[in-house]
Each structure stands twice: as structure tokens, then as C-alpha cells.
T-cell receptor
Framework: DQQVKQNSPSLSVQEGRISILNCDYTNSMFDYFLWYKKYPAEGPTFLISISSIKDKNEDGRFTVFLNKSAKHLSLHIVPSQPGDSAVYFC??????????FGAGTTVTVRA | DADVTQTPRNRITKTGKRIMLECSQTKGHDRMYWYRQDPGLGLRLIYYSFDVKDINKGEISDGYSVSRQAQAKFSLSLESAIPNQTALYFCAAGTAIEQYFGPGTRLTVT
């Protein structure tokens, strides 16, 4: 049973607008959350992370929000650019330091 | 230079054959991981190693084995390949909470 879920397999957004990607988790032991980005024919690359002691982390155009009571996190990309078109994976880690991944959301940024 | 390399990048094999996927890393990370990616399922952990003498099963280790030949090398073997092992395989190395992935091996079992 997947402990990290990304319920939207795809997202299409116009260039310059905001992209919002969502992720839900079930394991209350998760204490660190990450987003990875993947282009075709490449491996995933680390994008941004957040610890469970925070509710927001920002890095340039990327912001991750964590709502622990709802077991929900989201990634905001503002403004969206064509180079942001990729698959985005949400991942979570507990004290054993293994990562559990969601199924991914494919983002397409339209010009 | 890529931090994590995988060979081969693509492989087609027949049911019942033994196949090995190889992974090397250049950054001296102690921890290495093997994942497989299937459509709609994301990345699932097959095996992981925290050092040369420490090998652990992940959530889907059945049908796979691994060898950590050195700190920099971690190989994945399919002793007798079956069609449902057709997938994209990724090796990763890194710290507990930030992993660096190789480019992947696309394996097809016919």
C-alpha cells in the first residue's frame, strides 16, 4: 500500500501562471519531505525539501508547504516556465532514512 | 562528470536469463540504493546499502539480489528474469535525505 500519494497524474498550466502540485501521506512517522524533478531519459534530481518542524520552505520560484495535521504537502511553482515541464515526484522519509515515493505528476507548461 | 552512472542504459533479455545491472558513483557516498519505476507506481525501493557490509531489503526485493563490491559500486542482479520485471531501474547514492540518481536502465524481459 502506497504511503505517499500523488492523486493528480498530470497538470497543464500556462507559462507565467502558478503550478500547484499536491501530495498526501499516511505514515505519521515521516519527518522529512522532498520533491524530485525528472526529465525524460534522465534520473530524478532533487528540487526542494522540508522538515516536519517547518510548514514552509522557499527556494526561488519553488515553495513547499507542509500541513502535518492533514498529512498533506504541496509544491508551488511561480511563475511556471517551459523548462519546468517534467515529472515531479513527492517523497518522504522516516527515521530509517529510506525514501517512499509517490507515483509522480507530469507537468506541462504551455507557451 | 555524472556523479552516478549506470550500465547498460537499455537491455532486452529473455525470460529465465540472468542479468546484472551495474552502478558506480564518484562522490564517496556510503549509502546506495536500487529502485524500479513502473507507470502509475512511482519509484519503489528494491535494495539499499549503508556501507559495504550492510545490505538491506527494500519493499520489493523478491526476484532480485545485490552486491556491494566497493563503496563506489553497487550491482543489481535478476537471477532468472521474468516479464513483470520489465521496468525502468534507477540507482542512487547519497545522504539519508538527499539522493543522487543515475540516468536509469530500461530493462525489457520478453
Amino acid at each position: 500500500d502506497q504511503q505517499v500519494k500523488q492523486n493528480s497524474p498530470s497538470l497543464s498550466v500556462q507559462e507565467g501562471r502558478i503550478s500547484i502540485l499536491n501530495c498526501d501521506y499516511t505514515n505519521s512517522m515521516f519527518d522529512y519531505f522532498l520533491w524530485y524533478k525528472k526529465y525524460p531519459a534522465e534520473g530524478p534530481t532533487f528540487l526542494i525539501s522540508i522538515s516536519s518542524i517547518k510548514d514552509k520552505n522557499e527556494d526561488g520560484r519553488f515553495t513547499v508547504f507542509l500541513n502535518k495535521s492533514a498529512k498533506h504537502l504541496s509544491l508551488h511553482i511561480v511563475p511556471s516556465q517551459p523548462g519546468d515541464s517534467a515529472v515531479y515526484f513527492c517523497a518522504a522519509s522516516a527515521a530509517d532514512y529510506k525514501l517512499s515515493f509517490g507515483a509522480g505528476t507530469t507537468v506541462t507548461v504551455r507557451a | 562528470d555524472a556523479d552516478v552512472t549506470q550500465t547498460p542504459r537499455n537491455r532486452i533479455t529473455k525470460t529465465g536469463k540472468r542479468i546484472m545491472l551495474e552502478c558506480s558513483q564518484t562522490k564517496g557516498h556510503d549509502r546506495m540504493y536500487w529502485y524500479r519505476q513502473d507507470p502509475g507506481l512511482g519509484l519503489r525501493l528494491i535494495y539499499y546499502s549503508f556501507d559495504v557490509k550492510d545490505i538491506n531489503k527494500g519493499e520489493i526485493s523478491d526476484g532480485y539480489s545485490v552486491s556491494r563490491q566497493a563503496q563506489a559500486k553497487f550491482s543489481l542482479s535478476l537471477e532468472s528474469a521474468i516479464p513483470n520485471q520489465t521496468a525502468l531501474y534507477f540507482c542512487a547514492a547519497g545522504t539519508a535525505i538527499e539522493q543522487y540518481f543515475g540516468p536509469g536502465t530500461r530493462l525489457t524481459v520478453t
